[in-house]
């Protein structure tokens, strides 16, 4: 189904057609681009309520500014549709984080328009003013430098780092914050409520509009006047707001807070910023999902809804014939919540993902016992390790890709310390359609290089209620890693009896013809392992797999039995190769003089783009029929005599 746009949109390119229209028909290009959006999404799906939040704050910046000269930068990169969409991609749309098209993120391979990719969050401020500093070096003092953060993103400490040093240099920086009181779940913390009490407070915006109407009528008479009213206002914000302006005290000009959706008072606002020099911050009010009532209504859910019928806004649901499986985030979720009650030493932490996670099961349960603690991946870690100190067993539940910002944190806080602090890794392996900002690709390898560190994944949703139950019990009390992948399991029947698995052990799924070829799986990838031997069998090849369960440390009994009785191994892990599950199995054969090929299948050492994880277990050779090839190959040169060791 093709999406028809308005007329003036369906007239931009490019942002140099965007200026060829009159200030009074932005209104009507905002009411278009947000219809152009609403009908995309529905359709095609994607992140929604974001991008609606910033539509009048988008055309209001490619209008004023001269895009890409001038350098704009979306954090986080889910408000960035509108931006794509002007800036000629709206063609390419409805292929937005579809398999080998348009990412759903700013990419700079993608466009010049993209200044920056931004897939994680909090460090537009620092690109921003990098780039400033940088046309300083190079005298290109017309260009202007301008960092839109919101979602959540400004509680980052990466954002709060930038904003430090920029207060001090002094360049050309404009940071937009898109105040919506939302990342995906609702902002918490003490920066969200002083952003609150700047909008809200009445008497501070009466009072500020009064003086600004009473002196700039006096502006005839001089400059004066002006810094009269910079000055007053200063001693306004701190006497009426009961505290000193935040921004201003990092050196920031504060302008603010401002209506998000008049974009034509904010074409206004932009042309006069683009005349002061050094870093100021616009602060914008705005909705997220403004324009669609059921977004406004109930943002969590409508931040990635899925396809829907935009005019009931019946979210599109399949509905199974039998019990599906349960997707593992809420096996997660569920588990925690059981175990936290027979154990009152569990806490649960998470940085501003708690219905991503699933962890506000257990909040809505044990509200004292869990913790959102912000868009701030290196805090929930340390903080969980403070937790740890006291004897309480914290759940630190993080996506993958976001662990890698806490990691410092966890050798320098968790590991060297041996504190009891559970990882349970999120959308670890392929994660889809997010694409390779959000790929969980690197925990197994990153995880096993740390001292005391277990490194542990699931097969199934058994396995992971199972490493969770075993996480927590006093004998481990030291770190202890489980990653789990985006998605379904494959149990419907999923809520068995809590078991108690031994540390560094995997288990038999299949015993193959000795002499034949074994294969070594970790995680839930191991399932497509079950569908690969079920095929080699109708073939008449009997091949062995093993479910090691543990990366670090590994069932060292179980490798020497496979290595003793099987003439070749494939090992397959949805992670990286370099370092991963499969190095580590290598480098046991060698240190203990197993000669024998090896195959490994996982992740290659390249930047893998979005697609359905089936599509990319397919590119890099690891869905079902890609591991059956890889044992038929092996099989055959093992057959011929090939006994070097065969690395992929």
């Known amino acids: 189904m093709i999406v028809e746009p308005g007329p003036l949109l369906a007239a931009i390119d490019s942002p140099d057609d965007l200026k060829k229209l009159a200030p009074e028909q932005l209104v009507q290009l905002s009411t278009e681009l947000r219809d152009f959006i609403i009908d995309s999404v529905s359709i095609y799906g994607g992140h929604f309520g974001a991008s609606l939040g910033v539509v009048e704050l988008t055309v209001a910046l490619h209008y004023v500014f001269n895009t890409p000269h001038d350098q704009l930068i979306w954090d986080v990169g889910h408000q960035a549709y509108g931006h794509k969409i002007l800036t000629g991609r709206r063609e390419q749309f409805p292929n937005n984080r579809r398999y080998k098209g348009m990412s759903g993120f700013p990419k700079r391979s ?154 034509q008072h904010l074409v206004t606002i932009l042309n006069d910023l683009k005349s002061i020099p050094g870093p100021k911050l ?125 990691y410092d944190q966890v050798i320098h806080d968790v590991a060297l310390q041996n504190l009891h602090v559970v990882f349970c890794l999120d959308r670890a392996g392929f994660v889809g359609a997010d694409g390779p900002t959000h790929h969980g690709c690197y925990d197994l390898a990153y995880m096993r290089c740390i001292p005391n560190m277990v490194v542990s994944a699931p097969m199934n949703e058994q396995e992971l209620r199972n490493l969770m139950y075993t996480a927590q019990l006093p004998e481990n009390a030291g770190p202890f890693s489980i990653r789990y992948p985006r998605g379904e399991g494959v149990m419907p029947q999923w809520r068995t009896p809590l078991q108690r698995v031994a540390i560094g052990t995997g288990r038999v799924v299949r015993e193959g013809e000795e002499g034949g070829v074994a294969i070594l799986s970790i995680g839930h990838i191991g399932n497509y392992a079950v569908k690969a031997t079920a095929t080699l069998a109708a073939e008449g090849l009997n091949t062995g797999h093993y479910d090691m369960r543990f990366c670090k440390p590994l069932d060292e009994e179980m490798l020497r039995d496979v290595a003793r009785r099987y003439r070749a191994i494939v090992t ?19 240190d203990h003089g197993f000669h024998l090929p090896v195959v490994r299948l996982g992740i290659p050492d390249r930047v893998v783009e979005h697609g359905t994880q089936d599509e990319l277990y397919k590119e890099c050779g690891f869905d079902a029929a890609g591991i059956a090839q890889a044992v038929r190959e092996l099989g055959t040169k093992v057959a011929a005599g090939t006994r070097a060791t065969v690395l992929r």
């Open 110 to 263: 993608e466009s010049e328009y993209d200044a920056f990719g931004v897939g994680h969050s909090s460090t537009s401020i620092g690109a921003a003013l990098g780039m400033a500093v940088a046309s300083d070096y190079k005298g290109e003092f017309d260009r202007q430098h301008i960092a839109v953060i919101g979602d959540g993103a400004m509680t980052g400490g990466m954002a709060f780092e930038a904003l430090n040093q920029a207060g001090v240099v002094n360049s050309n920086l404009l940071v937009i914050l898109n105040d919506n009181c939302m990342s995906i779940d609702p902002n918490v913390g003490a920066l969200k409520e002083y952003l609150t009490d700047i909008t809200t407070s009445r008497t501070y915006n009466k009072v500020r509009d009064e003086l600004w109407n009473v002196l700039g009528k006096l502006s005839k008479f001089g400059p004066n006047p002006q810094q009269i009213a910079r000055k007053v206002e200063a001693a306004m914000k701190a006497t009426l707001l009961k505290q000193s302006n935040l921004f201003e005290a990092l050196k920031f000009r504060y302008f603010g807070p401002v209506d998000g959706h008049d974009v």
């Open 282 to 406: 616009l602060h914008c009010v705005t909705v997220k999902g403004k324009g669609y009532a059921l977004a406004e209504k109930d943002q969590t859910l409508w931040h990635f809804p899925g396809l829907f019928d935009k005019i009931t806004g019946e979210i599109s649901k399949k509905t199974p014939d039998k019990p599906q499986p349960p997707k593992y985030q809420d096996v997660f979720g569920h588990t925690l919540l059981e175990l936290a009650q027979a154990n009152d030493k569990i806490m649960g932490v998470t940085p501003a993902m708690p219905s991503g996670s699933s962890l506000n099961i257990m909040m809505a349960a044990l509200p004292a016992r869990t913790f959102d603690v912000g868009i701030a991946e290196q805090h929930a870690v340390t903080f969980s390790a403070g937790l740890a100190t006291q004897g309480l067993v914290p759940f630190c539940n993080v996506y993958s890709t976001f662990m890698q910002r806490g």
């Open 572 to 590: 397959v892990e949805d992670g990286c190769l370099p370092g991963g599950f499969g190095s580590a199995v290598l480098e046991f054969l060698t």
